[in-house]
């Protein structure tokens, strides 16, 4: 039934799919386990797209951040499509979570925002990858070029197997690369990130003005010259 799971995932045009037991998520934070957004839930697909290579080719402000959102809105409708594909094909509960925004934790102080549930916890238990020095998630093929989404269900599945980590060792690209130092041990200093990357433009349009630590990862070369 999982390979049948995966398929149907796959089929409504996510590239990757894989599964975590939520027996996976016991160290997660109070509040933003699955299981306390969905009681009942006994399995966790992760699923991710991939970013067309052309979008980091060009200064990242206007096109890059316009496709990124729509990359968010494709994850999002692929979570909502898979989620009743799942409740009509195996009778189960399907619950798709917003792969983004919107969420509801914000220290308005520090500008810094907490995800319903964690897009990459999610995917590193899944399988999908592991985090980067750039706190981004990496996978073999796709490197950091990936958005990722989720969906919980009622089912007891087999989880996938972990990740092997592909960020490079002595590799500090991300880190060096980032115009304002937010990048530090296995975090980023949200505030610092938000004034740099986020902008609008003169008639109020939103801008993305950094995307350094995603574009200069050397584990994306693979898939950006395939
Ligand atoms: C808030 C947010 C930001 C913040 C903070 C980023 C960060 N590193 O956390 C800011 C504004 C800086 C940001 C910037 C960017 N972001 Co952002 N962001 C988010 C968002 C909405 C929530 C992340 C979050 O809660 N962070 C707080 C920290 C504490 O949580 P965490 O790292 O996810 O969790 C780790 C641990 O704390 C712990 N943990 C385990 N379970 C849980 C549960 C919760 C809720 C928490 C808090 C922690 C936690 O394990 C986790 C794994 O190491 C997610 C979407 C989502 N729902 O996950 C996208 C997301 C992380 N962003 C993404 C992207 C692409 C970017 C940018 C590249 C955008 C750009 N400029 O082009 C930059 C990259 C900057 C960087 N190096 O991180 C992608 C990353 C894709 C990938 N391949 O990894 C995500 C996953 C969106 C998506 N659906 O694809 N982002
Ligand atoms: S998006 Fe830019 S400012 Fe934000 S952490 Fe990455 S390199 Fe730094
Ligand atoms: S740029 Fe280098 S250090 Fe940063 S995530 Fe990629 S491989 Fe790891």
């Known amino acids: 039934m999982k390979e049948k799971i995966r398929e149907a995932v796959i089929s409504c045009g996510a590239d990757l799919c894989g599964f975590a037991g939520i027996e996976r998520f016991e160290d997660t934070p109070d509040g933003f386990s699955p299981a306390d957004f969905m009681p009942?839930?006994?399995?966790?697909?992760?699923?991710?797209?991939?970013?067309?290579?052309?979008?980091?080719?060009?200064?990242?402000?206007?096109?890059?951040?316009?496709?990124?959102?729509?990359?968010?809105?494709?994850?999002?409708?692929?979570?909502?499509?898979?989620?009743?594909?799942?409740?009509?094909?195996?009778?189960?509960?399907?619950?798709?979570?917003?792969?983004?925004?919107?969420?509801?934790?914000?220290?308005?102080?520090e500008t810094e925002g907490k995800g319903l549930l964690s897009m990459k916890d999610i995917a590193v238990k899944a399988g999908l990858g592991t985090v980067g020095k750039s706190t981004l998630l990496l996978n073999k093929r796709y490197g950091s070029m990936l958005t990722l989404g989720a969906v919980l269900i009622d089912l007891e599945l087999e989880s996938d197997a972990y990740a092997e980590d592909v960020c490079i060792k002595g590799c500090r690209k991300c880190i060096e690369s980032c115009p304002v130092s937010a990048i530090g041990d296995n975090t980023v200093n949200q505030k610092l990130c938000r004034q740099n990357a986020y902008g609008k433009t003169a008639r109020g349009f939103d801008t993305v003005d950094c995307n350094l630590c995603r574009t200069v990862c050397p584990v994306n070369n693979k898939y950006l010259k395939q």
């Open 40 to 109: 009942g839930c006994k399995m966790v697909i992760s699923f991710a797209v991939s970013l067309g290579k052309g979008l980091v080719k060009v200064p990242p402000r206007l096109v890059y951040a316009h496709f990124n959102d729509i990359n968010c809105i494709k994850t999002d409708l692929i979570a909502f499509d898979a989620s009743k594909k799942l409740e009509e094909q195996f009778g189960c509960t399907a619950v798709p979570i917003p792969c983004d925004a919107p969420y509801e934790y914000w220290d308005i102080e």
